[in-house]
């Protein structure tokens, strides 16, 4: 479709009469927005592609920055100075299960753990399953959660109300316990007042003591979710599988004094551990264990949140590149349309370059336009995702940078080959096109 709006020409006409031997930056910004503003519609339509790009990376950029925090942030609440010690992996046939699923280790293992290796402040062993719940008509699968009185401390969750069980009930195997404040909500209904129900848990009734604080979500599990009993009871009255020599544990939560100890702490427990297992791997023996380090954790996390975010951003680069594509076309087709404008400028003394400049111009307008209204409706995005899905709104200023930057050099490359066919026309075949 052929436009012949001559009002822009005519204007840019009279500059170039007035000034034929030079044009000023603003003069041709002027001219190149006139000339945009006579043809909205095929201005709006080119533009699109970048806008739909620059929104795109904004958007994705901010929304996995902000999932990585909130990622980093539970994790950290939980403690960063933290060694998980498990149990080794039982097998069944040629099949080997999960970690934890054998009897390896026992309390005195965590007992000697808090003892002898340096570096500890202290350590709590645990328990874990998963059981029916029954309060009043609900009834309801959880993960049980079999400790002692130092796992506030060293998982960093405390009650939000009512207490933990204390040392006395440990030693007496109390039948107490304490709701995570999911659990609470699902069992006795959101909000209830917890502190003094009672609950059953495979036949065995349990008074509430204490609810604990939310920490939100952990990966597959949920602290929210669970329920804590002493280990003790546990044991003896839902578990009852002793080791040998005294109670078999899922695992150890270790806390050291600093982050800079985890490492030797780990191998000291590594040792300490093969020294009682009696495990000799000079012999081929294999640790019957498995110890987590949550700072390699959290590094790891991270740099998978890192990867995935880079990588959906190279792909809505994409839109970027196909929106570049849109504009040299758009602009080509406009050098076809404008022949003979241009050759009315050329002969009223209007210089190749200027011809260049203006068509330069034109295409870096639009896709800085497009840039900004981009950048703008990536960020009200982003804002809203994090509103919803309540993560931390984070907006990286470099994201912004870059993403106004690629408009530009895109806009500018897009824009070469349309720009140098213009200022190539010969103005007496220009003047004599339809």
């Known amino acids: 479709m052929k436009t012949h709006d001559r009002k822009p020409p005519l204007k840019q006409a009279s500059i170039l009469m007035q000034r034929s031997t030079s044009i000023s930056f603003g003069e041709i910004l002027t001219m190149a927005i006139e000339a945009l503003w006579s043809n909205k519609l095929r201005t709006v339509l080119t533009m699109l592609g970048i806008v739909i790009g620059i929104t795109a990376v904004i958007a994705v950029t901010a929304i996995g920055q902000g999932t990585q925090k909130s990622t980093e942030q539970r994790l950290q609440s939980l403690g960063t100075d933290i060694l998980q010690v498990q149990s080794g992996a039982a097998r069944s046939g040629s099949v080997q299960q999960g970690a934890g699923s054998a009897t390896t280790l026992t309390l005195e293992d965590a007992q000697a753990i808090g003892q002898q290796v340096i570096g500890v402040d202290r350590v709590s062993a645990f328990l874990q399953q998963n059981a029916q719940v029954v309060y009043d008509q609900n009834n309801n699968s959880m993960t049980i959660i079999g400790t002692d009185v130092n796992y506030p401390d060293v998982r960093n969750t405390h009650p939000q109300t009512g207490r933990f069980f204390t040392q006395e009930e440990v030693d007496a195997a109390s039948p107490v316990a304490v709701l995570g404040p999911t659990a609470r909500d699902e069992l006795l209904g959101t909000g209830s007042t917890a502190e003094g129900a009672q609950i059953r848990?495979?036949?065995?009734?349990?008074?509430?003591?204490?609810?604990?604080?939310?920490?939100?979500?952990?990966?597959?599990?949920?602290?929210?979710?669970?329920?804590?009993?002493?280990?003790?009871?546990?044991?003896?009255?839902?578990?009852?599988?002793?080791?040998?020599?005294?109670?078999?544990?899922?695992?150890?939560?270790?806390?050291?004094?600093?982050?800079?100890?985890?490492?030797?702490?780990?191998?000291?427990?590594?040792?300490?551990?093969?020294?009682?297992?009696?495990?000799?791997?000079?012999?081929?023996?294999?640790?019957?264990?498995?110890?987590?380090?949550?700072?390699?954790?959290?590094?790891?996390?991270?740099?998978?949140?890192?990867?995935?975010?880079?990588?959906?951003?190279?792909?809505?680069?994409?839109?970027?590149?196909?929106?570049?594509?849109?504009?040299?076309?758009?602009?080509?087709?406009?050098?076809?349309?404008?022949?003979?404008?241009?050759?009315?400028?050329?002969?009223?003394?209007?210089?190749?370059?200027?011809?260049?400049?203006?068509?330069?111009?034109?295409?870096?307008?639009?896709?800085?336009?497009?840039?900004?209204?981009?950048?703008?409706?990536?960020?009200?995005?982003?804002?809203?995702?994090?509103?919803?899905?309540?993560?931390?709104?984070?907006?990286?200023?470099?994201?912004?940078?870059l993403g106004f930057g690629l408009t530009f050099a895109i806009g500018l490359v897009a824009g070469v080959i349309p720009a140098r066919n213009a200022a190539q026309l010969d103005p007496i075949t220009a003047l004599r096109s339809d």
């Open 201 to 401: 848990i495979q036949g065995q009734t349990y008074d509430v003591i204490g609810v604990m604080e939310t920490k939100g979500s952990q990966g597959p599990q949920s602290p929210d979710e669970q329920i804590y009993l002493p280990l003790t009871n546990m044991s003896a009255r839902l578990v009852g599988n002793n080791a040998v020599k005294g109670i078999a544990i899922r695992g150890v939560y270790v806390k050291v004094k600093s982050q800079d100890q985890l490492d030797a702490a780990q191998y000291q427990i590594t040792n300490l551990l093969r020294v009682r297992h009696g495990i000799f791997p000079e012999k081929g023996n294999k640790d019957d264990f498995r110890i987590i380090n949550s700072a390699d954790v959290i590094e790891t996390l991270t740099s998978t949140s890192k990867l995935l975010t880079v990588m959906v951003v190279a792909i809505a680069g994409i839109s970027l590149i196909v929106g570049g594509i849109g504009i040299a076309n758009i602009m080509l087709v406009s050098v076809v349309e404008r022949t003979r404008e241009i050759g009315v400028r050329k002969a009223i003394g209007a210089t190749s370059i200027a011809v260049l400049s203006q068509f330069l111009a034109e295409a870096v307008v639009i896709a800085a336009l497009g840039g900004v209204i981009g950048i703008g409706l990536g960020v009200a995005i982003a804002f809203a995702a994090a509103n919803l899905f309540s993560f931390p709104f984070v907006l990286s200023i470099w994201a912004i940078l």
